[in-house]
């Protein structure tokens, strides 16, 4: 059954024409893609807070919400609006819409129309398989797979022994992602910079993370990715969504405390690792 999924993807990728997507390559739109088919990793914080972070900074983003169940980007983006009416604020808002029951060449078109005028697109895919965020994957710049630091979200992208916790080889969703960088590669000669995001962090050092540390470094080797530290665990994080605010909104609405400083640097952190195009000035974020 996998193998037919796989196989039906590659002939998926191989049958839908590039279109629209030529006109954003050719207009420096880069795209920004958080994929990861397990649930719970803080993909949807880490892309929202992205987005805001790559706004603040002056650029011109959209955001696209393929999620069409959960709805966490987009109900993080609402949360945000609402709290800049009641307030009676202005804040750093991207364009954003959510997406639903569209056919490939159908969600080309609509995200080429959001695209128009923006410098990135940020898109959030939901924490499962689905054919809209495979399809996404093959025409990105950037795919993003947050992951917590266990052995049980790394079983996502290889799997380990269990006495050496040696790599043993890539799991499907490893194959997925090399099949969408060859789609990109083979439609107009693009790369794709595959970045695994190490959430969920502990601030001291532990065995365990030691060793996820060493198989994800040897992966990385094999599958093509970086590996760049993400969000640590902190509540701040779900403080945040009922207001839609980030951690860079803090600041400018006076609620930044001493224990949101070091939070905010590793956002920092965070964004510049990401390595995006001309993304200096977020440095001074």
Do not use: C
């Not at 996998?2 to 024409?17: M, S």
């Not at 599958?223 to 993400?230: A, E, H, K, S, T």
């Not at 839609?244 to 070091?262: C, K, Q, R, W």
Request: neutral net charge.
């Amino acid at each position: 059954m996998a193998a037919d999924a796989l196989l039906a993807g590659r002939n998926l990728w191989n049958q839908v024409a590039w279109g629209p997507w030529s006109d954003m390559a050719g207009n420096g739109v880069h795209l920004i893609v958080f994929a990861n088919e397990k649930g719970g990793s803080g993909k949807s914080t880490t892309a929202v807070h992205t987005a805001i972070a790559l706004a603040k900074a002056g650029r011109t983003v959209a955001a696209l919400d393929l999620d069409t169940r959960q709805r966490t980007m987009s109900r993080y983006l609402e949360n945000r609006e609402a709290t800049a009416r009641k307030r009676g604020i202005e804040l750093t808002q991207p364009r954003y819409v959510t997406l639903e029951r569209l056919t490939e060449p159908g969600f080309d078109q609509e995200v080429a129309q959001l695209a128009r005028g923006a410098e990135f697109v940020v898109i959030d895919t939901p924490g499962r398989d689905d054919p809209l965020a495979r399809h996404a994957a093959s025409r990105a710049d950037t795919i993003v797979t947050p992951i917590n630091d266990s052995f049980i979200d790394l079983d996502l992208i290889g799997q380990v022994d269990s006495e050496t916790f040696k790599v043993k080889k890539p799991s499907f969703y490893s194959e997925i992602i090399w099949d969408a960088r060859k789609a990109r590669a083979k439609a107009d000669g693009g790369t794709v910079d595959w970045v695994v995001l190490r959430n969920r962090l502990q601030h001291v050092e532990a065995r365990n993370m030691r060793r996820v540390g060493l198989a994800l470094a040897e992966l990385s080797k094999r599958v093509g990715f970086r590996v760049i530290p993400g969000l640590s665990e902190r509540v701040i994080y779900r403080e945040l969504f009922p207001k839609g605010i980030t951690l860079l909104d803090l600041e400018e609405l006076g609620e930044l405390g001493i224990s949101h400083i070091a939070a905010r640097q590793e956002l920092r952190e965070m964004v510049s690792a990401l390595a995006l195009p001309e993304a200096q000035p977020m440095l001074a974020l």
